[in-house]
């Protein structure tokens, strides 16, 4: 039988080498590239595993813009039968109002194309964007570096549309935070300033922050 | 099995944090030579210190007039604040006795967040996005809302005055009125900005709250303010106009006054834990030396092994109790971004459209000028918003010191 002052001798020069581990540790890098090959995800679902955030993110534009492209198609005004109408929808009085970074035309371009494919030239858009690239290519016209003749008039819009994304944060200290957030559209008649659409999408996030950073 | 169960128990301390994929080489020596040291800091320290490192990397950025890597490295850091991770990570080792808090993923304290936000709203002005500049002065003062003392909770008074500035030269005088109300409110002798003044000026001066891991065993975190010159004053004077720049936001001041963190009472009862197993281990250390001392003395050696063993015995629980007391870790986590200044003074004004030179002077407590940054500013057009922001002296920390504990 080993004597008990040998146990303990045993024991703390077995636990030695785990103090040593411990106290040496130095980062938490992986000496790799990459360690795990890029994979495709539905931007219209949250990331699995991702712990996210309690603001905008992928699938609340991708199920806001499909709300609201899907109201829009069935508003009289807009989808007419007679002449198809001509839109304007860019960024330009789509206003961030919020307490959140975001690129609006993440908003806006996703609303613009999927209206534009649904609408199957029902409607006709005008973009304003790349309206220099127009005027680029008139001007070679006019100075006869292409073939064709310039264009006297160009096509005016009939509706515009303009909006506002608004926040309210909040929450407490022991943690909780949460986000309301409230997205707006509207269509604006461009000959009388009417308004003949106005669509909302909302919603609230929550979350709790570990104790550690609160 | 007790043996084991002891190793087990003292392994818990060699779990890793999530890793962190480091950049490579070569993307790093393709950076400006003066960040490359940050850039190294950021793949050597890996997620832990992910956020510091590109905080600090932006700022630096900035100072160099590398607007660009700014953006990107500021914007990494913001994606990282703005993560909930809930009770994963790093999270749960800060909270065991086992690691410090610095064992956590650093998301600095309030007004560290804040100050990642200032610095990326300054950006967006820059770049001149006011929505999303806006948006980053009201982030900021989110990230002040907590505080366990309620007088201090959102009393940022320079974002206020950023906020209302931006919705001002947005033309949305309605977002405006509620920042002007707050600026007022926290501080009534500031001049609030008007739909008029399109020129920001910003001056930074002294350098960041210094932390220090104070009281039994470290655990709580106290400030003291950063070395260096404390200013009094900044001017700015634009076409042969002299203004003096209103110290809005004193960082010392806002770091000091938050009062007490949750994490502040998981670090006393690591403290409590660790004296109860210290006092446990030098009682039964010295019960068990005494028992080795009296058996020696005892007569026949039955009775004399008996006693040692016993007293040996004892003595060995002590030791490993003592050495379970010194692995507690109560310290508090002193890692901070030091390139903040100590001070942000602010103005706006009114500027016609042209090219302005202006001329920004720093001066000392006893009123004589230290330090002067002149810069040209150009207004393209009436009432087109711009900034001119300056600091004394271009000062370069990122990666610097990073092989040091923070």
């Not at chain 2, 986590?333 to 030091?338: L, S």
């Amino acid at each position: 039988m080993i004597p008990s002052t040998w146990r303990t001798c045993l024991v703390l020069a077995a636990a030695l080498p785990l103090f040593v581990a411990c106290t040496t540790h130095r980062t938490d890098v992986r000496n790799e590239p990459s360690q795990r090959p890029s994979r495709y995800l539905d931007p219209a679902t949250a990331t699995p595993g991702s712990p996210g955030s309690i603001g905008m993110e992928s699938q609340d534009i991708v199920s806001m813009t499909d709300e609201i492209m899907r109201d829009m198609l069935a508003n009289p005004i807009i989808n007419r039968q007679e002449k198809p109408a001509v839109i304007v929808m860019d960024a330009e009085y789509f206003t961030n109002d919020s307490s959140q970074r975001m690129n609006k035309r993440l908003i806006v371009d996703r609303l613009r194309n999927e209206l534009f494919r649904a609408a199957n030239g029902r409607l006709r858009f005008i973009s304003r964007e790349q309206q220099q690239m127009v005027d680029e290519e008139q001007a070679k016209r006019t100075t006869g570096q292409v073939d064709g003749s310039p264009r006297i008039t160009f096509p005016t819009a009939d509706y515009r549309l303009s909006g506002r994304f608004q926040d309210l944060r909040g929450g407490d200290v022991q943690g909780n935070r949460d986000s309301y957030m409230q997205v707006l559209f509207e269509m604006i008649d461009l000959n009388s300033g009417e308004l003949v659409y106005s669509g909302m999408h909302e919603f609230k996030k929550s979350a709790y922050e570990s104790i550690i950073y609160q | 099995m007790a043996m084991m169960g002891i190793g087990m128990w003292l392994a818990g301390g060699c779990a890793s944090t999530p890793a962190y994929r480091p950049m490579p080489q070569i993307m790093v020596e393709d950076k400006p030579t003066e960040l490359q040291p940050g850039y190294q800091a950021l793949n050597q320290e890996g997620q832990r210190n992910y956020v510091l490192n590109q905080v600090e990397l932006g700022i630096d950025a900035l100072q160099l007039g590398k607007h660009e890597l700014a953006r990107e490295a500021l914007d990494a850091a913001l994606n990282e604040i703005e993560v909930v991770w809930g009770s994963a990570r790093g999270a749960r080792d800060a909270r065991r006795v086992w690691f410090s808090e610095g064992r956590k993923i650093f998301k600095g304290e309030a007004y560290e967040r804040a100050m990642a936000y200032y610095y990326r709203g300054l950006l967006y002005i820059m770049a001149n996005d006011l929505e999303n500049a806006r948006a980053c002065f009201r982030s900021g003062i989110f990230q002040d809302a907590f505080a366990e003392e309620e007088q201090h909770r959102s009393d940022l008074a320079s974002f206020y005055y950023l906020e209302a500035w931006c919705s001002l030269m947005l033309n949305d005088n309605v977002a405006a009125s509620e920042p002007l109300r707050w600026l007022a409110q926290i501080r009534p002798d500031a001049p609030p900005p008007t739909a008029a003044d399109n020129l920001l000026i910003i001056g930074e001066s002294g350098s960041a709250p210094v932390k220090l891991a104070a009281g039994q065993g470290g655990a709580a975190l106290t400030y003291r303010r950063g070395a260096g010159r404390r200013d009094v004053s900044v001017t700015a004077k634009v076409n042969n106009r002299v203004v003096t720049l209103y110290p809005a936001e004193d960082l010392f001041w806002q770091a000091s006054t938050r009062g007490g963190r949750p994490i502040d009472y998981i670090l006393q009862d690591k403290v409590v834990f660790k004296e109860r197993w210290e006092a446990a281990g030098s009682s039964l250390t010295n019960l068990g030396l005494a028992g080795i001392l009296i058996g020696s003395q005892l007569g026949g050696s039955g009775n004399r092994d008996k006693t040692m063993g016993v007293g040996a015995g004892l003595a060995a629980i002590g030791i490993i109790a003592g050495a379970v007391a010194d692995k507690v870790q109560p310290q508090a986590d002193t890692r901070r971004i030091r390139n903040f200044p100590d001070t942000l003074h602010v103005i706006a004004m009114p500027a016609e459209p042209g090219s302005h030179h202006v001329r920004v002077e720093f001066k000392s407590d006893a009123g004589a000028t230290y330090d002067t940054v002149e810069k040209e500013v150009t207004v393209p057009a009436p009432r087109s918003p711009n900034v001119v922001w300056t600091r004394p002296a271009t000062t370069i920390v990122s990666g610097r010191y990073y092989n040091q504990d923070y």
